[in-house]
Nanobody, 121 residues
Framework: QVQLVESGGGLVQPGGSLRLSCATSGNIFRVNAMGWYRQAPGKQRDLVATVTSDGITNYADSVTGRFTICRDIAKGTVYLQMNSLKPEDAAVYYC???????????????WGQGTQVTVSS
């Protein structure tokens, strides 16, 4: 069984910072890309940032220059450093991992349960 568990969400004032973490566990043979997505109430789930196994990153235009994604391959963890937060960044943030489970034949996407980020004064 594969699990992705997010942590680090919370309430922050506009202009503040938060760091999200996503830890993988379970029967994982190999990790491909990992990323963060977010979903605000009444809206679809959107990509925030991704990082490949080679360390190549990709960001949504709305967060470029403010957010940084990085991964610790040894720990199986991916992080999202969020700076200069704006009220429009408020959402539930989901961790995604494209993983090959032990004994599996193909990579598939796994999701965490989500962590709430609230940006308000």
């Amino acid at each position: 069984q594969v699990q992705l568990v997010e942590s680090g969400g919370g309430l922050v004032q506009p202009g503040g910072s938060l760091r999200l973490s996503c830890a993988t566990s379970g029967n994982i043979f190999r990790v491909n890309a990992m990323g963060w997505y977010r979903q605000a109430p009444g809206k679809q789930r959107d990509l925030v940032a991704t990082v490949t196994s080679d360390g190549i990153t990709n960001y949504a235009d709305s967060v470029t220059g403010r957010f940084t994604i990085c991964r610790d391959i040894a720990k199986g963890t991916v992080y999202l450093q969020m700076n200069s937060l704006k009220p429009e960044d408020a959402a539930v943030y989901y961790c995604n991992g494209n993983l090959l489970p032990i004994g599996g034949s193909y990579y598939r996407d796994y999701w965490g349960q989500g962590t709430q980020v609230t940006v308000s004064s």
